[in-house]
């Protein structure tokens, strides 16, 4: 059968040509920012939130030609793509203040020397575990992007105004297939909620601020540049509430991992994934392509 | 009606049976085809017609699918980022191909589930290619300079096919083909100005992908059943051997360009043609493939009635939903 009602928006399943890709290397060279180099605080940021969207446009690579429909086959390839252009100007951005491209980055970094939270490291899992963790992911990024494009870097500001358009139909894409999970049928609602006490312990995480604080205050270079996360999180709680709420769940009272991520402490699943996404490109150290 | 000129030796003559629809609807299906005009979903055409149309529509939906998972199986490994992006939404370019042409097939009454259970249970066919392996990232340049390079021969022409949607749907894939052409041919250029072992990594994917990329315009057309009806039809315009020289004509100076050869040693300018003259290619093997029996056919169909069956729920779940908030909103409009 076809899915008659497609919970997917027009912007999610048009999908992308190959020459589209040119556009996003267009916020990297902005004039705003083509040769600033940002301070090493300011680059480690952009790294976090770089590692972030590189591991989830990763995990999202791998649904194209295993969805369960091909209409997500297109979405889900979309916000891998887009979450891989977050990640190619964030970490390009970044990798001038050590003189790095992003693939010396993405490709030549140890597992520790990652800053990815634990959420985007969890498995795809089922099709209800994907849909949680980007529920999740989409709805903190959105709140975060929002508030980043008020950011006095040039560099942030713009991939942040760009970045926070696209998450807003990451967001709603979830959103929508939350509501046809949670609501569908008895099978899908259960692994829904079985999907949310695997997940929501890793929500915590997205919200510490030690990597950007100092002595319970925004370090003074990010004065103005970066987001505590800590005040994104009413409003993530509100949202995210309403939407599980309207979708006939609830967020489960379980436990809250430790996190670590943004200090290089990850979980067990990130070595494999660095393995399988770096072994070529280390099979031939040096070379392009 | 004739066809103008026989085109091959196969060539036929009517382009209706008689003793289906009245004379009129017959004389009107005939003129169209005559005049090279298009057939719309909603006009009378022969059942063979039809038929001939689901069939290779189908097809070329399922080739697009099928060929997804040889490409898709490098997005975790490509080896730049900027690599990794562009595969992506290759790959994706292709469920877009394969959800338009199943749409396009809908049109003639097929529906989409239908045709993807002849898929799922085998009964359906795509193209051999997809059934051969892609081992190093060598294969994704092949895939891209060679097999999509023959599609684009194979599809430029059907954008002329008499059935509307068939030939509308054609003109954007084809656009979209071009690219990924040349996306292939720029992996190889990059792999042959880079290290030794990148250069043979990319004479080493072209020498595994040249002649099944040559057997992708289907068997010579001495033993093409279907060829001959469908130019009658104004589907196909140009026979299987027309077009895999046309590709070996287009392909040779490109390899000049890469510095690649092809293992072919047969392969030379023939002056008196004014074509390259090229081996024989292995049909045993073809047939082999054809019947299942190829290096990759059970994984690729395996994978496919997984990601099928494995996403049920979900598909389930979706249609569930709808028909619980159509009852919802029909309350909701009552009240």
Same mark, same amino acid.
């Given at each position: 059968?076809?899915?008659?009602?497609?919970?997917?928006?027009?912007?999610?399943?048009?999908?992308?040509?190959?020459?589209?890709?040119? /556009?996003?290397?267009?916020?990297?060279?902005?004039?705003?920012?083509?040769?600033?180099?940002?301070?090493?605080?300011?680059?480690?940021?952009?790294?976090?939130?770089?590692?972030?969207?590189?591991?989830?446009?990763?995990?999202?690579?791998?649904?194209?030609?295993?969805?369960?429909?091909?209409?997500?086959? %297109?979405?889900?390839?979309?916000?891998?793509? &887009?979450?891989?252009?977050?990640?190619?100007?964030?970490?390009?951005?970044?990798?001038?203040?050590?003189?790095?491209?992003?693939?010396?980055?993405?490709?030549?970094?140890? /597992?520790?020397?990652?800053?990815?939270?634990?959420?985007?490291?969890?498995?795809?899992?089922?099709?209800?575990?994907?849909? +949680?963790?980007?529920?999740?992911?989409?709805?903190?990024?959105?709140?975060?992007?929002?508030?980043?494009?008020?950011?006095?870097?040039?560099?942030?500001?713009?991939?942040?105004?760009?970045?926070?358009?696209?998450?807003?139909?990451?967001?709603?894409?979830?959103?929508?297939?939350?509501?046809?999970?949670?609501?569908?049928?008895?099978?899908?609602?259960?692994?829904?909620?079985?999907?949310?006490?695997?997940?929501? $312990?890793?929500?915590?995480?997205?919200?510490?601020?030690?990597?950007?604080?100092?002595?319970?205050?925004?370090?003074?270079?990010?004065?103005?540049?970066?987001?505590? $996360?800590?005040?994104?999180?009413?409003?993530?709680?509100?949202?995210?509430?309403?939407?599980?709420?309207?979708?006939?769940?609830?967020?489960?009272?379980?436990?809250?991992?430790?996190?670590?991520? !943004?200090?290089?402490?990850?979980?067990?699943?990130?070595?494999?994934?660095?393995?399988?996404?770096? %072994?070529?490109?280390?099979?031939?150290?040096?070379?392009?392509? | 009606?004739?066809?103008?000129?026989?085109?091959?030796?196969?060539?036929?003559?009517?382009?209706?049976?008689?003793?289906?629809?009245?004379?009129?609807?017959?004389? =009107?299906?005939?003129? +169209?085809?005559?005049?090279?005009? !298009?057939?719309?979903?909603?006009?009378?055409?022969?059942?063979?017609?039809?038929?001939?149309?689901?069939?290779?529509?189908?097809?070329?939906?399922?080739?697009?699918?099928?060929?997804?998972?040889?490409?898709?199986?490098?997005?975790?490994?490509?080896?730049?980022?900027?690599?990794?992006?562009?595969?992506?939404?290759?790959?994706?370019?292709?469920?877009?191909?394969?959800?338009?042409?199943?749409?396009?097939?809908?049109?003639?009454?097929?529906?989409? &589930?239908?045709?993807?259970?002849?898929?799922?249970?085998?009964?359906?066919?795509?193209?051999?290619?997809?059934?051969? $392996?892609?081992?190093?990232?060598? #294969?994704?340049?092949?895939?891209?300079?060679?097999?999509?390079?023959?599609?684009?021969?194979?599809?430029?022409?059907?954008?002329?096919?008499?059935?509307?949607?068939?030939?509308?749907?054609?003109?954007?894939?084809?656009?979209?083909?071009?690219?990924?052409?040349?996306?292939?041919?720029?992996?190889? =250029?990059? =792999?042959?100005?880079?290290?030794?072992?990148?250069?043979?990594?990319?004479?080493?994917?072209?020498?595994?992908?040249?002649?099944?990329?040559?057997?992708? *315009?289907?068997?010579? &057309?001495?033993?093409?059943?279907?060829?001959?009806?469908?130019?009658?039809?104004?589907?196909? !315009? *140009?026979?299987?051997?027309?077009?895999?020289?046309? *590709?070996? @004509?287009?392909?040779?100076?490109?390899?000049?360009?890469?510095?690649?050869?092809?293992?072919?040693?047969?392969?030379?300018?023939? /002056?008196? !043609?004014?074509?390259? #003259? *090229?081996? /024989?290619?292995?049909? @045993?093997?073809?047939?082999?493939?054809?019947?299942?029996?190829?290096?990759?056919?059970?994984?690729?169909?395996?994978?496919?009635?997984?990601?099928?069956? &494995?996403?049920?729920?979900?598909?389930?779940?979706?249609?569930?939903?709808?028909?619980?908030?159509?009852?919802?909103? %029909?309350?909701?409009?009552?009240?």
């Amino acid at each position: 059968m076809s899915v008659t009602d497609k919970p997917v928006t027009d912007k999610a399943v048009t999908h992308k040509p190959v020459t589209d890709q040119v /556009e996003n290397q267009a916020v990297a060279n902005s004039s705003t920012g083509q040769t600033a180099v940002p301070s090493t605080a300011v680059a480690e940021y952009a790294l976090g939130l770089g590692d972030d969207a590189l591991i989830l446009a990763q995990q999202l690579g791998q649904w194209i030609s295993r969805a369960p429909e091909l209409e997500e086959d %297109v979405a889900l390839a979309n916000i891998a793509l &887009d979450l891989l252009g977050h990640a190619r100007q964030l970490l390009s951005y970044a990798g001038r203040a050590w003189d790095k491209s992003e693939d010396d980055l993405a490709y030549f970094r140890d /597992e520790p020397e990652f800053r990815s939270v634990h959420l985007v490291e969890q498995p795809n899992g089922d099709f209800a575990h994907t849909i +949680v963790r980007q529920l999740i992911f989409s709805s903190y990024q959105f709140e975060l992007y929002s508030e980043l494009v008020k950011s006095t870097d040039p560099m942030i500001q713009a991939i942040a105004a760009k970045a926070v358009k696209e998450v807003d139909y990451h967001r709603d894409h979830a959103v929508q297939w939350t509501l046809r999970l949670g609501i569908g049928t008895d099978q899908s609602h259960a692994r829904m909620a079985t999907a949310l006490i695997d997940l929501w $312990p890793y929500v915590d995480e997205l919200f510490h601020d030690h990597a950007v604080t100092k002595d319970g205050k925004l370090k003074s270079e990010l004065s103005g540049i970066a987001v505590v $996360p800590s005040t994104l999180r009413a409003r993530f709680d509100s949202r995210t509430a309403e939407v599980l709420e309207r979708a006939e769940l609830t967020a489960p009272a379980t436990f809250i991992a430790r996190g670590g991520g !943004r200090r290089g402490v990850h979980s067990e699943y990130l070595g494999p994934l660095l393995a399988e996404m770096q %072994v070529l490109a280390r099979q031939h150290p040096g070379a392009s392509w | 009606m004739t066809v103008s000129e026989p085109r091959t030796p196969h060539a036929v003559s009517a382009v209706t049976d008689a003793g289906e629809g009245t004379d009129e609807e017959r004389a =009107l299906f005939e003129s +169209v085809i005559a005049d090279d005009k !298009r057939i719309e979903p909603r006009d009378w055409m022969p059942s063979a017609y039809r038929r001939t149309l689901v069939r290779q529509m189908s097809q070329h939906a399922h080739s697009e699918i099928i060929g997804m998972q040889p490409e898709a199986n490098w997005i975790t490994r490509a080896p730049s980022l900027k690599r990794k992006a562009i595969l992506m939404a290759k790959v994706q370019d292709e469920a877009g191909h394969g959800l338009y042409l199943y749409s396009a097939t809908e049109t003639l009454g097929t529906g989409r &589930d239908v045709l993807n259970d002849q898929l799922i249970q085998g009964k359906a066919r795509y193209s051999s290619i997809f059934n051969y $392996p892609a081992p190093t990232w060598a #294969d994704m340049g092949a895939i891209g300079w060679l097999v999509d390079g023959a599609a684009i021969v194979n599809q430029v022409p059907l954008c002329r096919a008499s059935f509307g949607p068939y030939a509308r749907a054609m003109v954007r894939i084809c656009k979209e083909e071009s690219f990924h052409q040349r996306q292939g041919f720029e992996i190889l =250029l990059e =792999l042959m100005q880079g290290t030794q072992a990148q250069q043979e990594m990319a004479q080493d994917a072209v020498n595994r992908w040249f002649a099944p990329s040559l057997m992708m *315009f289907g068997p010579p &057309d001495a033993e093409s059943t279907n060829s001959a009806q469908s130019m009658a039809w104004n589907i196909k !315009r *140009f026979s299987n051997d027309e077009l895999r020289q046309r *590709f070996v @004509d287009m392909l040779v100076p490109q390899a000049e360009v890469l510095g690649i050869t092809f293992p072919d040693p047969e392969l030379a300018w023939n /002056e008196e !043609r004014g074509h390259y #003259d *090229f081996g /024989e290619l292995d049909w @045993d093997e073809f047939a082999e493939v054809l019947a299942g029996r190829g290096p990759c056919n059970a994984q690729r169909l395996q994978r496919r009635r997984d990601a099928h069956n &494995d996403g049920a729920w979900v598909r389930e779940a979706a249609a569930a939903y709808a028909r619980k908030t159509a009852g919802r909103a %029909v309350e909701g409009a009552a009240a």
